[in-house]
């Protein structure tokens, strides 16, 4: 079974995370987003695999997001993506892709959702 998961070892949540994957026998890919960004084509599709609107995946506590206003409601879906490429700290975590597409690791047990 092929898992990845979107990891910031800082964040309580997503060492959480990885941990329950590797307790339950799953050595997941762990990209540290951080430090290698996923593109905004990759972030299109997480935001796809996960069902959810792009909002949802945003990080507002910790990241620019007060800072860039995105808030507001005039940005839109592409716009957002935009900007979660060119700052990846707006990337909430973790998330978790596996077999049944992409999840928001909050709270952490929905990571099993998509195994």
């Given at each position: ?71 507001n409601e005039k940005w839109s879906d592409d716009q957002l993506l935009d900007f979660m490429a060119e700052h990846p700290a ?26």
């Amino acid at each position: 079974m092929s898992v990845t998961i979107y990891h910031n070892p800082r964040c309580s949540k997503s060492r959480q995370a990885l941990e329950l994957l590797r307790e339950k026998g799953i050595e997941p890919k762990v990209v540290e987003y951080l430090k290698a960004p996923p593109s905004r084509d990759e972030l299109a599709e997480i935001v796809k695999a996960t069902g959810e609107p792009v909002r949802a995946l945003l990080r507002k506590q910790g990241s620019p997001y007060d800072e860039l206003d995105l808030d507001n409601e005039k940005w839109s879906d592409d716009q957002l993506l935009d900007f979660m490429a060119e700052h990846p700290a707006l990337l909430n975590r973790p998330v978790v892709v596996g077999p049944k597409g992409a999840v928001l690791g909050r709270p952490t047990e929905r990571i099993f959702d998509v195994l």
